[in-house]
């Protein structure tokens, strides 16, 4: 019987030519998606409907956050009722947006649904009940999205679980629509968030100070391709949305939404060179100042930039030292005493602030006094008259506190409201731990080296920057820091490409170089990649990322419009999406390209 198997599949390759041979073996997940999915269903679930009634609370109003949003699709949204899911659904995404009670009937018409190539977005604690109101558990979205549901979040005043927000992840296949490590406040709702454990994340659980916590534990967006079916689950009831004053969660269900119907998108990504996070490694240089030998060393023999925020009363007894560091490494303002500036009067401040300017001045010469552009506040302690003053002596970046951003990226100071995007002081929020929290947690040499790498693998997926501070006080050669720091940089460089380690400076200008570049196609339109960059140009490693319609399915080529523009390079990230980098150095003007799938 074998034999005559094998006779079989030998005729049948001979009569096959090269040709199809090729098609056979080069078809792709692409294939299965013959155009981008136009229906989107918002299922009524009546039994779910009855359940939440009869407990006080309002299904219907779960649901018309969901009428608010797919509204303006118009002939493409409709609701569909239990005998129109009984009765087959063509492909298209089908919205469960809390729909706890769902009988068998239900569950097997939802599973055909995706089997047949619709995409499925699920919420909270959809079917966790059966028809008859019974608690059953979470095996259906386990099995649906293939993931494990680890618990739920408690509410805010439990003090071991209190992870009432999500950030999100920059530039990814799904959450492209926010920056990177957004902090969205979840509310206090009665619907307990649900924490799942999942290899496709697009937005985790934390805390306001985002302490990192183990990875199977905080997960709160996922998503799968299951064959030509995608599928999205939010662990957070609607309920959250009404916590959103800037309108935030509009803008992440685009992204979604584009990704579930199979629309591939292209946008400006924040990263240069196709990285897809950055870090900065720097010191507060203040007591112990010659302690800043033994970060440098590290720095230089893992051939990486860091800042050295020096505070200036300090740093004129090391003048040897600063002008040592300042040869491979920047050197910036950390002030001239440690006191922070908050709350002090423009007068009072800037006497400070031109002190330390006279003695960084004294410090470092008057020839090199114009390279020093950046600035640190001691204890994180800096206002809006702080930059006002600080841009007048020709500082370009502020390292900040984590409270300064709901994101994890670069921002523009708004102390002066009528300045550009270039002339504005650029603010570096410093959003990981750093040394001083970890000793106030007083935890070992291993625990404290599980957290800061649990915490650059946070920053990291999410397209973040990182800012390590330590500071020189605690970098003597038996400090923890200083045991940490080569651990954590051996970990950086792991990622060659991706990361982008770089001192304050050269990350500021980056932000203020990318701000130049308008994207002028739709950001929908994937074929298109339209754009212009704006005096005084000078942006080079400018990057695009492309989100695919299916997995695998890769841009082909990437074409110029007109001759003579640079061509950019086409590299694979993963499986969702496609950096476009333009390695050369981009010259003001605009720019159109085809990109062909």
Known sequence: ?????????????????????????????????????????????????????????????????????????????????????????????????????????????????????????????????????????????????????????????????????????????????????????????????????????????????????????????????????????????????????????????????????????????????????????????????????????????????????????????????????????????????????????????????????TEMKDIVGTLAFSKVTGFRAPTESSDEITDKILRKLGVQHNVTGPSSSEGRLPFFSEAEPALSTQEAIIGLPRTQMDDLNYLALRVSEEKAAELIMLDFDYLHEAGALGVVSVHSQNFASDDLMTRLMPRYIQKIQQFPGAVWTASGADIAAWWRARDRVIQRSAKGDATQLKFDVKAPGSVKGLTFMVVHAAAEGLPKAVMASGSGSPQPEIRRVDAYRTAIVFKDELKPGSYAYTVAF
């Not at 979470?138 to 005043?157: A, D, H, M, S």
Request: glycine share 8%; net charge positive; hydrophobic share 40%.
């Open 1 to 357: 019987m074998m034999r005559n198997f094998y006779v079989g599949l030998s005729h049948l390759f001979r009569r096959l030519t090269w040709l199809s041979l090729a098609c056979l073996f080069l078809v792709t997940p692409l294939n299965l998606v013959a155009s981008p999915l136009k229906e989107v269903y918002l299922y009524a679930s009546p039994i779910t409907a009855t359940f939440f009634a009869a407990n006080g609370t309002s299904y219907d109003g779960l649901k018309q956050h969901w009428r608010e949003y797919l509204r303006p699709l118009g002939m493409d949204y409709r609701e569909v009722s239990r005998a129109n899911l009984l009765a087959g659904l063509k492909p298209g995404v089908l919205v469960l947006g809390s729909a706890a009670l769902l009988d068998e009937q239900e569950r097997k018409a939802i599973e055909v649904f995706g089997d047949s190539g619709g995409s499925i977005l699920m919420t909270w604690g959809t079917g966790v009940r059966d028809g008859r109101g019974k608690w059953v558990g979470y095996g259906l979205i386990e099995k649906i999205f293939q993931l494990k549901v680890n618990g739920k979040v408690l509410p805010q005043n439990n003090e071991d679980n209190n992870e009432r927000f999500i950030n999100t992840f920059g530039d990814g296949p799904l959450t492209w629509s926010m920056p990177a490590g957004e902090r969205l406040f979840l509310g206090e709702v009665s619907e307990m968030s649900i924490r799942v454990d999942s290899p496709y994340l697009a937005a985790r659980y934390f805390n306001w100070n985002r302490q990192p916590l183990p990875k199977n534990s905080n997960g709160a967006i996922a998503f799968l391709e299951k064959g030509a079916s995608r599928r999205v689950y939010f662990g957070f009831s609607e309920s959250s949305w009404e916590y959103d004053p800037n309108m935030d969660f509009p803008k992440l269900l685009n992204s979604v939404m584009a990704w579930l119907k199979h629309e591939p998108s292209l946008f400006k990504a924040a990263w240069p060179n196709g990285n897809l996070s950055a870090q900065l490694l720097e010191m507060d240089t203040e007591d112990k100042y010659f302690n800043a030998v033994n970060f440098a060393s590290m720095l230089d023999a893992a051939k990486l930039r860091g800042t050295f925020y020096s505070l200036t009363s300090v740093a004129r007894q090391y003048r040897d030292i600063v002008k040592q560091m300042s040869q491979k490494h920047e050197i910036g303002y950390h002030g001239e005493i440690h006191v922070g500036y908050k709350g002090k009067t423009a007068a009072v401040q800037a006497k400070r602030l031109d002190i330390m300017a």
